[in-house]
């Protein structure tokens, strides 16, 4: 009958229906491409993987969309962060400061840039590390142009030049405190695992260009306009590069369990289980040993860094007689070496990686490399009656060797914490700007009761030598927190 043979065409109907859907559903995971896959199986299981402002999949290139921008970003932070290293010179002469105040002065930067460190990687890990980093540039460049104003003629005048460039400074440290825990969020939740020491190495080489660009365009001027200007210059600096990242960097969803963003890590099931697991308490990631490896040793990374970053012009003027100009010059190699470092040392681990050399030995290797001859060279660098062409020497081997930390230590982060990366970055970062505040400090009072820096490089390298110890007792490569 008619209403027989309707019924039979109706059930086909439904049948191919039935059969329609997967293969719609195939053909719209192919449409994607297998790189867009390959990069969301990384953070499969991470909330917020990589999805564009409008909810859909990321198909772009990465490293292009994201590891470059963010390469420009740090960049920036390091030109408005190490800019005060050479202006100290000029600004001590104009209003009298001795080393000591100096010290307190420089470190002021790292109060602020501390106390965002927590803060930046939970925001990070909820909102994304785009629209974190995109509010931390348009704070740090504000606060880098007015920094001026907290030596103009009323405050002058008033007798608090002291506090106001001392807040002026740690203002920026609030703005740049953020900037690396969002990088890492970057990094975690759109780079391919087997590819993620190289984006963490080409987004550090941009960080330590940045001490390059800063000691190059700094002294030229200082000379040409005055210290005032050096500030207003870099901190105008920062719109335009402001502009381009709120353009080209992907965002993450609105929502991170909807299921746009299941469909892009390529399983509802595994994005919906990571959205509804509770966050990782601060006191959680500091119960694990591997934690604490990380801690200790950007501990001393950072003492060693943040005493070159802002005191290494100083002692090339001091110690080694150069004046402004060739200080900030000679103080270039050794941040060349470190930037090119930074991109070598992450392809260097990942191809050991990829030869199938376990995680735990690349990351134990790289970063006993990265302590032990920078420990070598300052030891050396302590003795007497060296000449300047081998303290130059001395200290490129020592500040270049350290870069290595990139695919050591930093990489080792996102191993042990991939879900909590930013969060795992603010914490041990804390901890590092805690040590860069005391060394930092702790250089200008010991110059200024010893006349010689002999007794700092000397205390520096015994940290390295303890810092790898305790690296090489405590620290994995497995994944510790879920």
Known sequence: SIRTVQARVSSVHNKCQEFRQPLQQTGRYAHHGRSTIKANSSSAGAVGGPIGDDGKAFTGNPFLRVVLPTALALL??????????????????????????????????????????????????????????????????????????????PVVAAGLTIPAVIA??????????????????????????????????????????????????????????????????FGLVGLPLLAMWLAVVPDRPPASGSSSAAQAAGSTASAAAAAAKPATSVWTLMSKPATWAIIIVNIVNHFGYFIYLNWMPSYFVKALGFDLRSSSFMALLPWIVMALGSSLSGMLADSLVARGVNVTTVRKAVQTVAFLVPAVALLALSQPGLSPQVAVGLMTAALGTTSLGQAGFVANMSDIAPRQSGQMFGLCNTFGSLSGIVGVTAVGYIVEATHSFSAVFQLTASLYVIGTIVWLLLATGERVFD
Request: aromatic content about 10%; hydrophobic content about 55%; some cysteine.
């Open 76 to 153: 920036l932070c390091n030109m408005d962060r190490i800019c005060l290293s050479v202006a100290i010179i000029p600004m001590s002469a104009e209003f009298g400061w001795p080393a000591s105040l100096q010290g307190v002065i420089q470190s002021a930067f790292l109060w602020g840039y501390m106390a965002t460190q927590l803060l930046g990687g939970a925001l990070a890990d909820k909102y994304g590390g785009k629209r974190v980093l995109a509010a931390g540039m348009l704070w740090f460049s504000l606060a880098s142009a007015l920094l001026p104003a907290a030596l103009s003629e």
């Open 168 to 233: 002026a400074r740690c203002a920026v440290g609030l703005g740049e405190g953020v900037a690396l825990p969002s990088m890492n969020n970057l990094v975690a939740n759109f780079i391919p695992k087997e590819a993620k020491a190289k984006g963490l190495g080409m987004c550090f080489s941009g960080f330590h260009t940045g001490n390059l660009a800063g000691l190059i365009l700094s002294p030229l001027l200082l000379v040409t306009f005055g210290w005032r200007a050096l500030f207003y210059i």
